[in-house]
């Protein structure tokens, strides 16, 4: 599996669905990009609904990425992890995480190039837009798009703010895919992500 497209990121701010809603809403409306994010459970708590995802993900062929936790990705036969800048080393999560996927969230040209030396499959890159989802500083805007994939050959997951009117300007300016939480998780989250379905494989077409 390859990472592009949609690429859904659970949040529970925006609705009171458990993840394993989410994400089978998200799964029926086409979506096989998933991000395991849960800042709030205990690991005991994220393990269990971890092993759920990993059933359901694998139902419809999708991709489970687990957030922060390389142990519990391990644990459940996760397809890979995603690190902050702030979380495990790249170089110990590539020993552990031997033969799996480790994407790592990046802010600067400098912070790109840095993981794809050290062996990141990915990188996120934002955020793209202003978001309050979390705090990760400035927009980045789409142009430090266009300038991190001139300068990496991996998959970049644009991140941040990204709505259904500003998908297609990251996805023309280079991005590999699209990570979308809020935009999706408010309102009726199958038709939301349908509609990030709809649109991105329109875009393609043309």
Known sequence: MQINGIYFITDRTYCSLSACEMVSLVLKAGVRLIQYRDKDGTRRQLYKEAVRLRELTRSFGAMLIMNDHADIALAVKADGVHLGQDDLPLKEARKIMSGKIVGISTHSLEQARDAEAGGADYIGFGPVFQTATKDAGKPKGVDNIRLIKQ?????????????????????????????VASAICRGSIENNARQFVEELKDMLKT
């Open 151 to 179: 300068n990496v050959c991996i998959p970049v997951v644009a991140i941040g703010g990204i709505t259904i009117d500003t998908i297609g300007e990251v996805i023309r300016a280079g991005a590999d895919a699209a990570a």
